[in-house]
Every structure is written in structure tokens, then in C-alpha cells.
């Protein structure tokens, strides 16, 4: 018994450090897709997480890094001090980072969830690969006035967590604007690109939309989601399938379905929902006008049968969400800004595919059959039909936006 039982005490320890180091993975794992880190940090058919992927910016371009543990190509020689720097100061063993890294907004993750995340990223395979070099325009490239854009703009104020919250509305509050960093993208950027406004700062513009990849990365203040028809049940379901009747995801925000929101729990779903809606009152139904908008828009309503009717249908309640959502119910027609009514129309949407079952039909582009005037037609014949259009969209925005697309490349092989 003397040689057996510290034999047993030694095999009990050991499973329970292992179950100990089980858990803190998984834990991180977790927090890795509420960060929706893979999404970033890997390149078109790469393996996750090993970077290359490209970040277009107005001083070049940027590609992400390999944060698997690799000693050489990764972040195999951080230690979790280092790491810890990393995310919250935006310090990097080989200088600043970047603020596409967004620690603008993980400076706000909790040193917990940080020692997690370093335990996950530590215990995943080292995959040597280096993504390609960074092409940026001087002085973008000297990393050293990084420091000064820091002191200009890193904000060093902790999380605002207002008392009167409940604390669902609280942990709603964290996902978002920490782990979440749904700021990043849903906040307009100044001339330096960087937010104007953080949680911590009070600013109207924070999470007021931005363009970003040809899209608007909507408003997503609580009344600007009220207007544009969301709710809890409607936006339970977008968070978790990427459709609703409500409108359908693409481009940046479907991978954030796809890699991140559809995998939290549904209690961490509910908390975003609560913090988004912020408890504001439903707005009453936008009413269809249809009759009104013909008689205003006759030529957009006879693109809308000719171009759109066979898919959306011709009152505008559409077939399936897999195939052609309602346009009658639609949130983008309802969005103060009509910028991606007209994208959507100008460049097409891709088909997707999550998996052998869940699939989601494409559309065609139709910049080159439709000119500005017939696309200021149609998108107001169907914001006046089913938005309630506060005001209209003229030829020359369409123009613009047709202008801004084809320069950044978003038009190119779309002829259909």
C-alpha cells in the first residue's frame, strides 16, 4: 500500500492538472471565436490561423500574422506577458502593430480571457509559414510613428459599464465592444483611420456604420436597428443561420456569423441582442406603399418586374432565404443609408455554402445593364415601396458609389 497509494495520488494529480488544461483550452477556444480570430488571421484556402490574410487600407496593404505556436514564423516565442502586450497595447515582439489588429478594442479584454486566449493559441499545432510582407506607402511604413498614432488615439479608459444594467445587458456590453470588437468595422474612421468614438468616450458616432470592402457595415445603434425593423427573434436568428426575414448576410459580416456568432452560447447571443437593443421600444411596422411608389418611380418599378420580380417576387415577398429573401421586410431598405441597396445591385452578391446542406443562392451584377438614373429608380421604387425612404437617391450618389466600387476593384468580373 506504501509504494501503490502515492502511485494513485501522483496518476490523480495528473488527470486533474490535464483536466485543468482541458478546460482553460476549450475556455480559449471559446474566446477565440468570440474574437472571431480565425476570420483574420487566415488567408483564402489557408490553414487557420497561420496569417496571410490581405487588409486593403488608404496607405497600402496589410497581411495578417501567424499567431499559431511556431517558434520561427509565429508566436511560439511570446510569453504571456508579451502576448498580453500584444492585445492590449498593440507591442509586438518586433515593434508596434498595426491597429488592423484591433487592440483598440482588446486593450478591453479582461486579463483572464487574455491568459486563456495565450494558453489555446500555445496549444494548437506550429505551422511554419510566413504571410507576405506588408506593402505600405511612406510613412505608413515606418512602424516607430506608430507610437505617436498610440498616444494620439489609443484610448486608456476602461469599459464603461453604466449602473441601472443588468448584467446580461452587461455581459452583452463586453462581447461587443471587447472580445466582439464590433467597432472596429461599424465605426466611421477619421483621417489618421482610426474610430471616432469608443464605449468609454460617449461619442454619437460609435457603431454608427462605415463603409468597409464596398459595403456599409451598418448602424447598429439600438433605435438605427429599431428602424431598420430588427428585433430579438429576428436577430437571434441572423446570428445564428446568417439569414432572416429581416435581410441576409454577405461579405465580412456572413464570416462573423460563420466563424464566431453562431458558435457562442445562446445565453452570450441573448446578451449581444440585449446590449444592441438596449432596451428601446419596437418602432411601428413601415407599411408597404407599392401603389405610391409606382405612380412616383414607373421606370424603377419596370426594372424592379423585369430585373427583380422572378426571384423577390413582383410584391416583393420573395421565395425562400436560401434562395431570394423578401424585399418587403427587407432591413436594408429601411437603413437611413442606401449604400448597399445600390452595392448589392451594382456588384452582385456570391452564392455561399456553410455546409452539404446549408447553402444560399447567388445574383447576378447588373452594372452593366443598368445605368445610375435606372439604378436611382429602382432602389427608390423599392425604399418608397417597403423602407418608408425619409429622402431619395440621386443619380450622382449612385455615381459615386458605382466610382468608388470599380476603383477599388469590386466590379471587376462581375459582368454577368
Same mark, same amino acid.
Given at each position: 500500500?506504501?509504494?501503490?497509494?502515492?502511485?494513485?495520488?501522483?496518476?490523480?494529480?495528473?488527470?486533474?492538472? !490535464?483536466?485543468?488544461?482541458?478546460?482553460?483550452?476549450?475556455?480559449?477556444?471559446?474566446?477565440?471565436?468570440?474574437?472571431?480570430?480565425?476570420?483574420?488571421?487566415?488567408?483564402?484556402?489557408?490553414?487557420?490561423?497561420?496569417?496571410?490574410?490581405?487588409?486593403?487600407?488608404?496607405?497600402?496593404?496589410?497581411?495578417?500574422?501567424?499567431?499559431?505556436?511556431?517558434?520561427?514564423?509565429?508566436?511560439?516565442?511570446? +510569453?504571456?506577458?508579451?502576448?498580453?502586450?500584444?492585445?492590449?497595447?498593440?507591442?509586438? @515582439?518586433?515593434?508596434?502593430?498595426?491597429?488592423?489588429?484591433?487592440? +483598440?478594442?482588446?486593450?478591453?479584454?479582461?486579463?483572464?480571457?487574455?491568459?486563456?486566449?495565450?494558453?489555446?493559441?500555445?496549444?494548437?499545432?506550429?505551422?511554419?509559414?510566413?504571410?507576405? $510582407?506588408?506593402?505600405?506607402?511612406?510613412?505608413?511604413? @515606418?512602424?516607430?510613428?506608430?507610437?505617436? !498614432?498610440?498616444?494620439?488615439?489609443?484610448?486608456?479608459?476602461?469599459?464603461?459599464?453604466?449602473?441601472?444594467?443588468?448584467?446580461? !445587458?452587461?455581459?452583452?456590453?463586453? @462581447?461587443?465592444?471587447?472580445?466582439?470588437?464590433?467597432?472596429?468595422?461599424?465605426?466611421?474612421?477619421?483621417?489618421?483611420?482610426?474610430?471616432?468614438?469608443?464605449?468609454?468616450?460617449?461619442?454619437?458616432?460609435?457603431?454608427?456604420?462605415?463603409?468597409?470592402? /464596398?459595403?456599409?457595415?451598418?448602424?447598429?445603434?439600438?433605435?438605427?436597428?429599431?428602424?431598420?425593423?430588427?428585433?430579438?427573434?429576428?436577430?437571434?436568428?441572423?446570428? +445564428?443561420?446568417? &439569414?432572416?426575414?429581416?435581410?441576409?448576410?454577405?461579405?465580412?459580416?456572413?464570416?462573423?456569423?460563420?466563424?464566431? %456568432?453562431?458558435?457562442?452560447?445562446?445565453?452570450?447571443?441573448?446578451?449581444?441582442?440585449?446590449?444592441?437593443?438596449?432596451?428601446?421600444?419596437? %418602432?411601428?411596422?413601415?407599411?408597404?406603399?407599392?401603389?405610391?411608389?409606382?405612380?412616383?418611380?414607373?421606370?424603377?418599378?419596370?426594372?424592379?418586374?423585369?430585373?427583380?420580380? /422572378?426571384?423577390?417576387?413582383?410584391?416583393?415577398?420573395?421565395?425562400?432565404?436560401?434562395?431570394?429573401?423578401?424585399?418587403?421586410?427587407? &432591413?436594408?431598405?429601411?437603413?437611413? &443609408?442606401?449604400?448597399?441597396?445600390?452595392?448589392?445591385?451594382?456588384?452582385?452578391?456570391?452564392?455561399?455554402?456553410?455546409?452539404?446542406?446549408?447553402?444560399?443562392?447567388?445574383?447576378?451584377?447588373?452594372?452593366?445593364?443598368?445605368?445610375?438614373?435606372?439604378?436611382?429608380?429602382?432602389?427608390?421604387?423599392?425604399?418608397? $415601396? !417597403? /423602407? /418608408?425612404?425619409?429622402?431619395?437617391? +440621386?443619380?450622382?450618389?449612385?455615381?459615386?458609389?458605382?466610382? $468608388?466600387?470599380?476603383?477599388?476593384?469590386?466590379?471587376?468580373?462581375?459582368?454577368?
Amino acid at each position: 500500500m506504501s509504494m501503490r497509494t502515492p502511485l494513485c495520488l501522483l496518476l490523480a494529480l495528473c488527470f486533474a492538472q !490535464w483536466a485543468v488544461a482541458q478546460t482553460e483550452f476549450e475556455r480559449g477556444r471559446y474566446l477565440a471565436a468570440a474574437g472571431d480570430c480565425v476570420a483574420c488571421h487566415t488567408a483564402a484556402n489557408g490553414r487557420p490561423f497561420t496569417g496571410g490574410r490581405p487588409f486593403v487600407t488608404p496607405f497600402g496593404t496589410l497581411y495578417s500574422t501567424n499567431i499559431t505556436p511556431d517558434e520561427k514564423t509565429g508566436i511560439g516565442q511570446y +510569453t504571456l506577458e508579451q502576448f498580453t502586450a500584444s492585445m492590449h497595447r498593440g507591442k509586438g @515582439l518586433h515593434g508596434n502593430l498595426y491597429p488592423a489588429m484591433p487592440y +483598440t478594442s482588446y486593450r478591453l479584454v479582461s486579463d483572464e480571457d487574455i491568459a486563456a486566449l495565450f494558453h489555446y493559441f500555445m496549444n494548437l499545432p506550429a505551422v511554419e509559414n510566413s504571410p507576405p $510582407a506588408n506593402r505600405l506607402m511612406f510613412p505608413a511604413n @515606418l512602424r516607430f510613428g506608430l507610437s505617436f !498614432w498610440n498616444w494620439l488615439y489609443l484610448d486608456d479608459e476602461p469599459l464603461a459599464q453604466p449602473e441601472g444594467k443588468s448584467a446580461e !445587458w452587461q455581459r452583452g456590453n463586453y @462581447l461587443v465592444n471587447a472580445l466582439g470588437h464590433c467597432g472596429e468595422c461599424h465605426t466611421p474612421r477619421n483621417f489618421a483611420f482610426a474610430m471616432k468614438g469608443a464605449p468609454s468616450m460617449g461619442s454619437d458616432e460609435y457603431l454608427a456604420g462605415n463603409v468597409l470592402e /464596398g459595403w456599409d457595415a451598418v448602424d447598429i445603434r439600438p433605435h438605427a436597428l429599431r428602424r431598420q425593423g430588427w428585433d430579438r427573434a429576428h436577430l437571434q436568428e441572423l446570428f +445564428t443561420t446568417g &439569414s432572416s426575414e429581416r435581410g441576409t448576410l454577405f461579405g465580412e459580416m456572413y464570416r462573423v456569423v460563420d466563424h464566431s %456568432l453562431r458558435h457562442l452560447s445562446g445565453d452570450d447571443r441573448n446578451a449581444i441582442i440585449t446590449y444592441l437593443l438596449d432596451e428601446s421600444e419596437p %418602432l411601428p411596422a413601415v407599411p408597404n406603399n407599392t401603389g405610391a411608389a409606382s405612380e412616383r418611380f414607373p421606370q424603377g418599378r419596370g426594372d424592379f418586374v423585369a430585373y427583380c420580380a /422572378g426571384c423577390h417576387g413582383r410584391g416583393g415577398g420573395g421565395i425562400t432565404l436560401a434562395f431570394a429573401p423578401a424585399m418587403a421586410s427587407n &432591413s436594408s431598405l429601411r437603413a437611413d &443609408s442606401a449604400h448597399n441597396a445600390v452595392a448589392v445591385i451594382l456588384r452582385g452578391l456570391p452564392a455561399q455554402r456553410r455546409d452539404r446542406i446549408q447553402a444560399r443562392a447567388g445574383m447576378p451584377s447588373f452594372h452593366r445593364e443598368l445605368d445610375d438614373e435606372r439604378v436611382a429608380g429602382l432602389v427608390n421604387f423599392m425604399r418608397t $415601396a !417597403w /423602407g /418608408g425612404a425619409r429622402q431619395e437617391v +440621386t443619380a450622382a450618389d449612385v455615381a459615386e458609389i458605382r466610382r $468608388a466600387l470599380d476603383d477599388e476593384g469590386y466590379l471587376t468580373g462581375n459582368d454577368q
